[in-house]
């Protein structure tokens, strides 16, 4: 690793220990801390002022999947792989630049419609033993109801105060049926096709938008990702994923 890179992440990762706190939305509720790089896939997205801000799962060697809400100023984004803690400078990490960011042409920011983004590298990750990528599911084949799905990120692990995790954290979610996600009861109407909700009746875990662009994985394959929900962990709202699956063809015209 030359000198230069190896300044840049301690520098990110000292800015990270010393912030005063991150958006409030970012927090994985009633999880469980993950075993060192258990999800190799996953990414961290920064700000230049090394700020977690946003999850994304490595695709390929050069492309990253997130949420289209994740976008932000391409000269003030990192992306950084191999990352477990957010303060300790651990020796995995690959740090990348985004040199093009796809949003889906549909994108909706009111409706949250088609909420998917493709970010590519500036140069090619390395796989290893803590970078690697996580597969795509089938086009059009959703996770079934009452499938445990797993979701990944870093951040606040109570609805009310607290502070961000420094460490990865994950919890797993059933799958909600579309039924009644979007019944009078919940979204009342307002789940498109191209989301999925994921959470338990009695509420008490889930992923909130500042894990946005983070991934909702059911049985190795990437079906969803951190999209939007009213409030945290709350059991007549489970969380909005956008439904991957539905998108899988458009994934590969883009990174081919």
Not at 84 to 96: C, H, K, M, N, R
Request: glycine share 10%; net charge positive; aromatic share 10%.
């Amino acid at each position: 690793m030359t000198l230069p890179k190896l300044l840049l992440l301690l520098t990110l990762h000292l800015t990270a220990i010393i912030a005063e706190g991150q958006d409030p939305r970012e927090r994985i509720i009633g999880g469980y801390i993950l075993s060192p790089y258990s999800a190799r896939y996953l990414v961290s997205l920064k700000r230049s002022s090394s700020i977690h801000f946003c999850g994304g799962s490595l695709v390929s060697r050069f492309w990253v999947l997130t949420a289209a809400h994740c976008k932000t100023e391409q000269n003030q984004m990192f992306i950084v792989a191999g990352e477990y803690s957010l303060s300790v400078f651990e020796g995995t990490e690959q740090i990348f630049r985004p040199v093009r960011m796809v949003q889906h042409p549909d994108y909706s920011s009111t409706s949250k419609n088609a909420d998917i983004m493709m970010i590519k590298l500036n140069r090619p990750a390395l796989y290893n033993a803590f970078v690697s990528v996580v597969p795509l599911p089938l086009q059009g084949v959703a996770p079934a109801e009452g499938r445990l799905c797993q979701v990944s990120g870093w951040g606040f692990t109570s609805t009310i105060g607290g502070r961000p995790s420094d460490t990865l954290r994950s919890v797993k979610l059933p799958i909600v049926p579309m039924r009644k996600c979007n019944s009078s009861a919940s979204y009342a109407g307002h789940i498109t096709s191209n989301m999925i909700c994921a959470g338990f009746t009695a509420g008490g875990k889930d992923a909130c938008q500042g894990d946005s662009g983070g991934p909702l994985v059911c049985d190795g394959k990437v079906y969803g990702i951190v999209s939007w929900g009213h409030s945290c962990a709350n059991p007549k709202y489970p969380g909005v994923y956008t439904a991957v699956a539905n998108f899988q063809r458009w994934i590969y015209r883009t990174i081919v």
